[in-house]
């Protein structure tokens, strides 16, 4: 917890007499902490009591009436490696999961880049209730980590699951996801999203859906783990991951040449992007009238980048993905070997919820040992599966022999 800049957020729950416990306990640990209270906290816990143990003033409006100070919620949300919920009450799980955005923690949720975690806090019957689960599975599959609450004896007198986790269990639950993060520091990895763009002429093109999302999620994913990350970006609409290096290409050739540099740095790559197969023989240096009759198109093939850096890898881990519509398994299992990848991520567009643009995937994880099949998750749920497997395997001391040298071709 050294150094960790932990951004503690206080909801109006009894439970938030905890939170000047948590507060101490994190200070005591090296964490930076300030503290975010909503309104109804105030009625709970004070903020003198907060300040003294955080050792930072308390933020609670957007701005101080008495000489207009601006609190800025974009602010606290870029400062924080963590925003911890602590109690997190049902009402603003609920605000949370639905975007509202009425209170200056609130906005700071909807701002923050960094993890967010919360530990709810209310009445058994509150917590069991169909909409708190619902919001919960939302906020879960968004990326957000959830400290259980405990069972035992509720300020209603009544006994069951709700009470705020202890925290002692919270403050270990941030320590051990800040040791989680960083079991990639020093480590350097390459990254390739999105698609390339192939010109006709200065105005058409031949390109694919992809929208990039897997690949920035896997970026983040790794930068998130401590590893510097070198992001070859095909065409996106998508922001730069925090910590992450960006190149823009447009071309297949473009992506090419980046990643092959990028790479003699390296420890290792992940190829995400959708790569053209084939670009145009000529591309004219003016827009091509419409005329009558169809037109032909002629093709070549472009260079195969996970191949190039197949035959490049030595003893670095290099990962690989198929998207398949048939036979999914066994052209995934062919291109891991023809490539001489680690792991490949298989992804079928048969399954529902795994298509072009969408928030959500379905993919397997083929290595030469075997097959593990993962539910439907978020694709930073899906990044952080394959950003575990890449640390498991750099910090394994016992790697695989790479494969035979790969030939050239095959889809990507």
Not at 332 to 338: S, T, V
Not at 379 to 407: M, T
Request: charge should be neutral; glycine fraction near 8%.
């Amino acid at each position: 917890m050294q150094g960790r800049r932990v951004l503690l957020g206080v909801t109006g729950s009894i439970a938030a007499y905890k939170a000047a416990a948590l507060a101490r306990q994190l200070v005591r640990a090296g964490a930076e902490v300030r503290v975010v209270m909503t309104p109804l906290a105030k009625q709970f816990i004070t903020p003198l009591t907060m300040a003294t143990l955080s050792k930072h003033p308390i933020l609670v409006e957007f701005f101080d009436p008495e000489n207009g100070a601006w609190n800025s919620h974009i602010s606290l949300g870029e400062w924080a490696d963590c925003l911890l919920i602590a109690p997190a009450t049902a009402n603003t799980l609920a605000k949370m999961a639905t975007g509202v955005a009425d209170n200056l923690l609130l906005t700071t949720y909807l701002s923050a880049r960094c993890e967010v975690v919360v530990a709810p806090a209310m009445d058994l019957d509150m917590y069991a209730h169909a909409a708190t689960q619902a919001n919960l599975a939302t906020l879960a599959a968004r990326g957000v980590r959830i400290v259980e609450p405990a069972e035992g004896e509720l300020a209603s007198g009544l006994q069951g699951k709700g009470r705020m986790a202890e925290p002692e269990t919270i403050a270990a639950f941030l320590a051990d996801l800040f040791t989680e993060k960083k079991k990639l520091t020093g480590r350097r990895f390459v990254v390739t999203a999105g698609a390339t763009i192939e010109p006709i002429d200065p105005v058409r093109f031949l390109s694919n859906h992809s929208s990039g999302k897997m690949g920035y999620a896997i970026a983040g994913a790794l930068a998130r783990c401590g590893a510097h990350v070198t992001l070859v970006s095909g065409r996106t609409a998508l922001a730069t991951p925090p910590g992450v290096e960006r190149i823009d290409v447009l071309s297949a050739e473009e992506m090419y040449r980046a990643a092959v540099a990028a790479f003699d740095g390296a420890d290792g790559a992940v190829m995400c992007a959708a790569v053209a197969d084939y670009t145009p023989e000529t591309v004219a240096d003016r827009k091509l009238e419409k005329g009558e009759g169809g037109m032909a198109i002629r093709l070549k093939r472009t260079r195969d980048i996970a191949a190039e850096l197949g035959r490049r890898k030595g003893g670095r881990l290099l990962v690989g993905f198929a998207l398949e519509t048939h036979d999914e398994a066994a052209h995934a299992e062919a291109k891991l070997a023809r490539k001489n990848l680690d792991f490949i991520v298989l992804n079928s567009l048969r399954d529902a919820g795994a298509c072009f643009r969408g928030d959500t995937n379905k993919v397997t994880l083929i290595d030469r040992a075997g097959r593990e099949e993962l539910p439907l998750l978020t694709k930073r749920e899906v990044a952080e599966r394959i950003a575990g497997r890449i640390a498991a395997l750099v910090g394994s001391a016992e790697r695989n022999a790479p494969a035979e040298a790969p030939v050239e071709g095959g889809d990507r």
